[in-house]
């Protein structure tokens, strides 16, 4: 912005606009009706008098005309208001601790660096810790395992835990850290659900970063607070994992993050509180009287679970400490905050002074490139917040200096600066800042810690020890990683005072009203103070003079100060003269207000009192003016949106055009803002005073306001293609947000201003506001929105608010902030009729005190007409409501209506004489404020705060003609809860001495007190309102008796209407009659009509009746009757026309084939009675069906429903399809779902799958329709009078098929070829049925019913629950006609709320309950697992499953069917619980929930049996309602008043519309009639039918969340699970699905070991120094490694070449749709059960070298995924490191059966050793069949190794040689004798594998002349 303007005011200005010279060339200033538009050349950007070259550089450089359409920039000004904006909130709630819960569940690790290491994850937060099992050697451990903490915290401290996940190398009698992970609470409580899903954590050695990563750890994250649904994520399949694409960042980040250094450079401190808080420091001042005791600060700085402090300074306030702090940490650090603390050190503890947090996000910007800057801040001040300074020791104050809730007062202030500089390549390569610190940590390495881990106290100045970690620093990273470093740093410039520039508070309070009687009693007194100017119970001290150093002297960081800096207000006066402040008022006695007791208020009619105080800062302005246009641009937008959302809300037209208006209004807004700030870059880009944060902010600002454009433009853009004020709003929404994080500026520059109110000199109440909001500017727009205006503020006492109003004083008071220099604009927007006192503003000085000119008389008329949705106080879960008004001096109550939460007063409070000071016109532009408090009366105590509203009155002049006010609602709010609403208007009238007009008169009414006038009324109507009494649900005890005979009584605008009685409630909980109607005067204008409420009552004897509980509706517009569409005529009047099959082969013409994508061009329907959708097949004709069968012979797809023979031909065979074939085919469906990217289109493509997957010319095989897949959307096929909308779905299966012709393998699923195979699926919810089926409300709804107290805290309805009704309301207006139907009605029992209700009497169900499983359970023995069952409860009904619990499991699969008789509405509500089994003492409940079934029975959608995809006779699939799907259509038709559907071969006709598919089928070579497959396609559609149509319930799964009274709202896991309802009355249904878990299958490998090569040489002779080793293989099936298997060794290869021919047998379970191993074992000897546990199917083989003395050497690994493993290289040599990595082609075990080749050991990603290894698996039939022997034992024995074929061959004696002839025709001679060669000879080859020729005559022959080859056959002997 433009930094010139004071220039222009001091040359003074005639302009109307402040600031802005009249005769400027190129300005305009444009006066709209409501709106100032100013041209932000003016801006203001510092406060400082410039150069004028710079300003002129500025209007150079920039080009204002790239901006369309204007010549000039423009910023539209919030409108001038003289009083701040409307805010109905008078108080917020502080904070709370509540529940939290962090569910961790860790699957498995990969990559873990490390030789055969044996690892375990250590999971901690905070102080807890959490550890899973040990995985043994193994770099790639398989856990899935689950864990849950539960903290009971406030949120700030919460979100700043810090989750980190360490994997210990667990040995003998130590552990080992291989790497950890951090991320802290709050980054992952802001991804999507507040989790983090399959995402892989990156390890890494914080305390040595050029380690790299160390490793994978693959886990789910999830955060959620109470009330949070937590959705259980999709499991990714882990077979093909990129790790890398899949890290556990937020989105955004990158995968790869580089080290940094996070350099926290405290400088020194100012204004802390001078008083030492510490305990010692008070008993000293109780002995020694002395107050003088200065406190020891030192400063912490945590960051990320790691803690650095630095020196601490002796005995003073302004502490100069010259320290840094360093982290290391990656970037960018998965940590939201870093937290500077001041404490001061005591002898008995170190005592809090205050804390602030930075919020990275907000000084640094993570784009790419350019766009983006690192973490930094200042070097600049930091203010700090707490308690009272000089308060004592309470809970309180510690809890606010330790930064949690809102600081009450200021605690001095920090000077710091944060830089974060990135390591490149590790730490390898050193920064220049890691050079520059290397000497210092030297030097400092020998100091010693402390107490507390703390250092001792350095010198005084600043050169203290390194800082240990103190208080908890993680342990894990042993030393140097753990505490930050801390090393000493240059000061930095100096900030001398005489560079500051004096600022000027200038305040005059206009009202004091609503103070406390408690505190009326003394005078009082109200202080207004910044920073610790102005705090008349502490001074600040005369700051300390500064030795002038060369260093002190640099100005570099002050901006530049005028060359005349002298001040208007302050000419010839000292700038710390005692005179110039004046910070409080003169104490004055309150006086009790007019018509109330409780409150008081200052009389201040004539005079205002003013306070200035002067005070002293840098000159940091510009940062606060931009924050203030970006808060201009924030509020005219967000005012914009609220308007839009208003007019959605109440569904009138207009909102898109307003929303599109607020966007194209933000747009120009933004766009003058960014030309501002790159104005304000280019001029002050070489301003030394700027930091880097200040032009990296201002480069951000006008970025991201660049893409806020564009977003706003693209939204505008999209609605005009696509309709939608909603999405609209959301997008508006989230550019409100967008900009409210831009506003907030980090860099603090001046402290907030506090107002206190004091009395009998103790602080009482205070109210606090930011400084931004005061600051003045010239220029409209950087001015704060509360500057120069006169504010509403409510004073609060400090510390823990109680629950009831804790307002102390409402105080009016005008406040302006700004330079000394331009203080002779602190007066300029006094509202008119006041003047100054003391010469105005003219003088020099502020003045003393507000004159008012002129008072006007006014009454004041409070319309109260009435209250709804108000809170409940009493134990009855009522209240006895009256509302108190006050206005000044003045305060009315209303009546006290008993037993209410909506009442009707209809009173008007008067209140004459109100004397209001000013000009007229300001006091009708802008009133005083009224405020409307509710309460609960109590007879005995206290009455009791509901809630309280601020409104704003309508005023009438004298002069103006009388119209009444309008009736409107105020939001009534208790703390930060809602607290119902208030109808009432509000009038100021003038009174006038001559009375030309009189206000007109009010009504008085018995008592004295007046009604709401008539003309102000509400104009009402007659309204007729039914009621469905259906009947009572789940009544609690009243009173500790039950309740038996409940009534309910309906309120609504004064009337009741009666229930019947229910006469037992235990024998029939609905009520005898059912429907009854009332008539009710309610107002035409549905926004003002009164709630309903609903009371429940219980008789008892002689006729008491008792309260149940009641529930109020608020909105009856739901209830608004809505006549229902007319039903299709009878078909017999419209007989279907003919539909004409298309002749021959024909295509239908080309142009009526729409094209790709294009749905426009298809013309209407010509008849739209009729839509015929085309479901398969045409019928053929019979002379056809010959073809047909030939042709279904070889189709791919058998349809038969009978279950056909099994082949066993290859894996498929071993999965016979069953129910779980349906489910996990379902899954697989989901999971393509949910990956795809357009999950929308997969819905809408759903019917087509079937056809798609079998090839699109399989569509119009007899139809002859050709379909291309462009238009399979819709294709228009022209017949005689309507066109056919094709929709080819699958029909699952034929009645009966041809048993011959069927393809082999039909009854048989193979779970690898996934959705190949046809099979049936269901639908999965993964939330409640209800969710999805909006509750099944559609015939009834359920209200709760609640009695006793309410309170403050969310959640708390549990215990105030009592029951609910069930009914339904309908409500229209009565005409004069209806007046006569309605009394017809009556009469005759016709009511319109009963239509389509089945009658209320008991029936018979039969309920069927399935138990699939569940999931993320929480733990519930010790051990963090548990041991599940299931309890089912329905009425009197309990079904205890205890027998079937499963053990040691957070994720059982239960697989249980249950069956139970109950007759409804007695029964009908059924709890699912999960218990853990315990064997001593009760069984624990871990969760339960409750389903309706009741409402799923009668529901429209009938949920009591799902629809299946398919319909079959039996097998998997078989159809398990009692009536097939045809007598089901009929009947549906027959329910809603349809005529009955009209069967035709291939084709049915329901309510004029015609479903053409095959009917047709052939089942022994005979052809056969079916509707039921195309009767089920209907139902499927049955949406579709007009009128009556609605969406059926599909054969489906539902997930439903689990909860605990225990810990309310907290979900304690998920459990899978359907019920199918049959009524008695109807066919009996057919047998359960038996959903029984599949047994795992027995399978045994076996694993030949023949050679290895090339392996790793690891021993060397100490004779000759040959490299050898003594080789041998391992082997094991993850999860068995108790059936660990070895080879034999073979001893001293030379080569790496080793010979087994050593078979490895492993037995193992297996399921084949899962792919897991199942390991049934205990988990130690104490254990009763076995455990389950699920693994992947992975074989690890390892290369060892074999030691005699010590432990052998590990020398390397492979494991392999039997799903997918690498192809066998042919050759030891083609066999490379690289063939494990994902490139290669992959084979499974289970397909292929067998296998042979090379593999690669690796160790360290290092190549040492290729095994030569064949694979063979078996079914656990086929290996009985088929027996081996391990090892080279019978049956079927190995050969053993054939490595040596020695044959001694005579030579001549002389030599003394032996000629051996080896393998591969290699000779060599070996000395040796006549009896050795006999032994050799003797033992023969194989023997010398086993050391049967003597080492050392072979090994003798060691020297150097042996040629390469006789090495080899060395090695090989």
Known sequence: MVPFQREIHRRGSSSAVPGVKADLPGYRVLFPEKCVWVSSMCACAGGEVEAPSEASALLQGENWEDQPGTSAVRTRIIPNNKRAKLKTCIQKSEGRPQSFQICINITEARQLVGENIDPSVLLEIGDEKKQTSVQEGTNAPFYNEYFVFEFFAYKEVFFDKVIKLTVMHSKMLRSFSVGSFKVDVWTVYRQP??????????????????????????????????????????????????????????????????????????????????????????????????????IDPYVEVSFFKRVGRTSTQKSTAEPAWNEQIVFTEMFPPLCQRLKIQVWDEGSMGDVAIGTHYFDLRRISNEQDGDRGFLPTFGPAWINLYGSVRNGSIGDDTVELNEGIGEGVSYRGRVYMELAVEILSGGSGSESKLGRMLKPSKDAKAGKGVGKDGKTPAGGGGGGGGAGAAAGGA???????????????????????????????????????????????????SFEFSIGNYGNVLEPPEKPPPRSPSPAFRRRALDAPVSATPTSPLLLGEPADAP??????????????????????????????????????????????????????????????????????????????????????????????????????????????????????????????????????????????????????????TKLKQKIRFLVEEPQHTVPDVFVWLLSNNKRIAYARLSARDLLYSSSREARGIHCGKIITLFLKPPGKRVADLSVQAQVDVYLWYGSSSDSVHMLDDLPAGFSAATGGAASSRPPAALLCAEQHAFQLRCHMYQARGLIAADTSGLSDPFARVTCLSHSQTTNVISQTLSPTWNQCLLMSRLLLGGDLQHVWKEPPRVLVEVYDDDALGRAE????????????????????????????????????????????LQMQESAEWSPPALEKQEGGIYTVPANIRPVLSTFRL????????????????????????????????????????????????????????????????PPLSITVVDWRAFGRSTLVGNHVINNLKAFKYAPPPALPAPTQTHRPPKVTEPPGPSTPPEGLCPSAGDTTMTPPLTDPDFLITVEEDAPPPEEQLGKKRAGEARSTRGRSTKRKKRTIADESAECVIDWWSKYYASRDKRAKQDGSPFPQVFDKALPYQGLLSDGIDSLGKHSDIRVTAANVDRLVIPTSCVEIFCLVTRVGGEPDGDKRKKQKGRGTLDPNLGPATKLATLELYSKELEAEFASFNDWVNTYELFRGKANEEEGATEGRFVGKFKGRFCLYKMSEDNAQDSDQDTDGGDFRVSRGIPPNGLVQVLVRVYIVSASNLHPADPDGKADPYVVLRLGKNEIKDRDNYIPKQLNPVFGRSFEMQATFPLESLLSVAVYDHDLVGGDDLIGETRIDLENRFYSRHRATCGLPTEYSLDGYNAWRDGLKPSELLSKLCRDHGLEEPLFRPGRISVADKVFVGKTCFVHEDEPLESYEHLSLKVLQRWAEIPAVGCKLVPEHIETRTLFNKDR??????????????????????????????????????RIII??????????????????????????WLKGLEDDRQETDVHYNSLTGEGNFNWRFVFPFSYLPAEKVIVVSKKEHIFSLDKSEQKLPAILSLQVWDFETLSSDDFLGTVELDLHGFPRGAKTAKLCKADMLTEGTERISIFQQKRARGWWPFAKCGELTGKVEAEFHLLTAEEAEKNCVGRARKEPEPLPKPNSLLLSPVPVPQSTGHVLLL??????????????????VHHHGAGAAHRRAVPRSALLHAAGSHFSEDSQRMRSDL
């Not at 309802?1621 to 047998?1631: I, K, S």
Request: hydrophobic share 35%; glycine share 6%; charged share 25%.
């Open 474 to 524: 993680a342990d894990d990273d042993k030393g140097k990683a753990a505490a930050a470093e801390v090393l000493p740093v240059e000061s930095p410039p100096a900030l001398d005072a005489d560079n500051n520039e004096t600022f000027l508070l200038f305040g005059a309070l206009f009202e004091a009203t609503m103070i406390d009687r408690k505190i009326g009693d003394k005078p009082i």
């Open 1862 to 1879: 080896v393998r591969q025709s290699v000779q060599v001679f070996l000395p040796l004798g006549v009896a050795e060669l006999q032994e």
């Open 945 to 988: 705060y509901l809630g309280a509203t601020v409104v704003v009155p309508e005023v009438r002049l004298a002069s103006d003609p009388y119209a009444p006010p309008t009736l409107e609602y105020s939001p009534i709010h208790c703390g930060s809860l809602p607290g119902g609403d208030l109808l009432a208007a509000f009038e100021l």
């Open 1026 to 1089: 039914e009621v469905l009494f259906w009947g009572m649900r789940e009544l609690k005890k009243v009173q500790l008796l039950s309740v038996d005979r409940p009534q309910v009584f309906i309120e609504c605008a004064g009337k009741t209407l009666r229930s019947s009685v229910i006469q037992k409630y235990k024998s029939n909980p609905n009520f005898p009659t059912l429907v009854d109607a009332i008539e009710l005067e309610l107002p035409e204008n549905e926004h003002l009509h």
């Open 1608 to 1645: 309310p709202g907290m979900d304690q896991g998920q459990v899978q699970m359907w019920v199918d309802m049959f009524p008695m009355d109807l066919p009996p249904p057919g047998p359960s699905v038996d959903i029984s878990p599949r047994k795992p299958k027995g399978y045994e490998l």
């Open 1650 to 1675: 023949w050679n290895t090569e090339d392996v790793i040489l690891e021993d060397s002779s100490f004779l000759t120094g040959q490299q050898s080793s003594d080789i041998y293989i391992k082997g």
């Open 579 to 732: 005179t110039t402040s004046r910070s409080s008022t003169p104490p004055q006695r309150p006086l009790i207000v007019e018509g109330n007791r409780y409150y008081m208020h200052l009389p201040l009619e004539k005079q205002k009192p003013c306070i200035s105080v002067l005070s002293n800062w840098e000159n940091r302005a510009y940062r606060l003016h931009n924050s203030n246009m970006l808060d201009n641009i924030a509020v005219l937008f967000e005012g914009g949106v609220a308007s839009a959302a208003e007019l959605h809300r109440k569904s009138e037209p207009g909102a898109e055009h307003l929303l599109e208006t607020a966007l194209k209004e933000f747009c120009a807004d933004a766009r003058s803002f960014v030309a501002a700030a790159e104005a304000k870059l280019k001029a002050e880009g070489k301003s030394s005073y700027l930091t880097q944060l200040d032009r990296k902010r201002l480069t951000l600002c006008r970025q991201e306001l660049e893409s806020m454009i564009g977003d706003a433009r693209s939204v505008v853009e999209r609605k005009r293609k696509a309709g939608g004020v909603k999405e609209m709003l959301q997008h508006a």
């Open 193 to 294: 659900g507040h989790q983090f899903t399959n995402k892989w954590a990156m390890l890494t050695n914080p305390g040595d970063i050029s380690t790299g990563v160390r490793g994978y750890v693959k886990c789910d994250i999830s955060v959620s607070a109470k009330g949070d649904a937590v959705k259980p994520g999709p499991k990714a399949s882990d077979a093909e994992e990129q790790i890398d694409k899949n890290l556990l960042v937020p989105e955004g980040f990158p995968s790869e993050r580089p080290w940094a250094r996070f350099c926290v450079k405290v400088y020194r401190a100012e204004g802390l509180p001078r008083n030492n808080s510490s305990i010692m420091a008070n008993v000293t001042k109780a002995f020694i009287g002395d107050n003088t005791a200065l």
